[in-house]
């Protein structure tokens, strides 16, 4: 710890951009862990400057449910006390991680949120982002599978520096000298991006937002906005300045997202927009292959990344976000299909029982969704666009007053070309993976592209069926067309299939 607490003093003490939490926010509960008893305190009725430094825990519950929870009937004996040893084994080794490094207060979600509440879950879900990004220090349980696995998890020594297993010594072929091997080390980012909490939703935000992260897992991890290190690394010379939490490639995303959303572009809006589609896609598609225990808590766990980049763009994407999308750049954002992982040797799945979501938002279906990651407006043949937004909105919960959260109805008015169509099912199988997709025919019997459900095919089944061009591309001797196939149902259409064709060019 004593390593932890010397990464820490240091980031506090000399990373500017490690310390720009804001002086005015605070959860509405914390954890007081001073004394042997810890207590629930109401930070709403004591002094604001008293809280402004919490540690926050990131975790998985994976399912316990033999643990103590604040509930409406609990709050008042939480606040007088609570016993630490009928807590899970994580949270017992959270409150020691946070009196070693010197910090009286810790926010865990199970024990600061009314549980049996759904007005107070509302409330919070819509500031999580904001806890995390404005706590002292993360502390991420990064390799237990449940509350009941702990931070400090068996671990391989070999990993250590210097490392405390046994070199082979072996003399040399003269017998003059002796060869001493010493084992490589083998702790790296990747046991921290592969962890099992790596592959949580909810975690993705806390990752993404969190200033500073202490990762315990199959070693001690540092990660800072200013940079990182391990056990292994102590000053972070040799690693790293590599993503983190979601591998090199999604990290950087991050920071290209909150660049594209900054105001100091507002009169490169245009070209803003353009990268805004793109960068934002690309982390939807990473964050939709994690778990989610509940999977209608897909918008909810990525709000408070959706409310930062809203916060930079300062005004100019206020009520613009819909669903997991933008409406500035909604008609690309809309080509979204259910992700190659998602079919991976299942198939699509049904879309999400009760999930009140518009089927037009991706965040209707389960699994992987995927994008197209350019932009497609800079597509060197030029772009013909075939449809006309009209409206677009949703409605969510009141309390969630920056509409990140959870969406429970949505309209979408656009003027376009539906073709009549029907659908013929085809299998397309390969070494490893069965990829469905489904030829769709005209009304003259002749097949215009394919279309890749976005769920279980049934939903093809009812009402009459169009292909919607949404815009063509020119591809060197192609022209690519990409659309939605939607099915009438009554007034309204629903959304059941990313369309695409390509036709030869007609010169
Ligand atoms: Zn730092």
Known sequence: MNLARGWLERCSAH???CNQQDPDFIPTRLLDVRGPAIRLTLTESKKRKEYTKYCCLSHCWGGVTDMPLLKTTTLKSFVSGIDITTLPRTFQDAILITRQLGVRYLWIDSLCIVQDSAEDWAKEAAVMGKIYQNG???ISAAEAASGHGGCFVRRNPLNCNPPLGYPSVQPSASGAEIEVDVPAPRLTMVDVFTSKLASRGWVFQEALLSPRILYFGRGLFWNCKAGQASELDPLGRGILHMGMQYGPATDAIFPKLLESSRPGRARKRSAASKKLHREWMRLVATYSRLQLTFENDRLPALAGIAQTVMSLAGGVLKGQYLAGMWKCTLVFDLLWSQGAA???GHGPRPRLDRNECPSWSWASIGGAVESYLGTWQDWPGGMELFVDIVSATTECDPLDTARTGKVTGGDLTMEC???PCHVEARKYATVDMVEV????????GKEIGKATPDTNPNEFVDGATFAVPFLRIEDGSEMELHGL??????????????????TPKVS
């Open 437 to 444: 997709h489904w030829r769709l025919i005209d009304g003259e």
């Open 342 to 344: 998602a079919l991976d």
């Open 15 to 17: 990373h500017a951009i």
């Open 485 to 502: 196939v939607l099915v009438q149902k009554g007034d309204v259409f629903a959304r059941v299939a990313k369309w695409t064709a390509t």
């Open 417 to 419: 070309i539906p073709i």
């Open 136 to 138: 002292h220090c993360t």
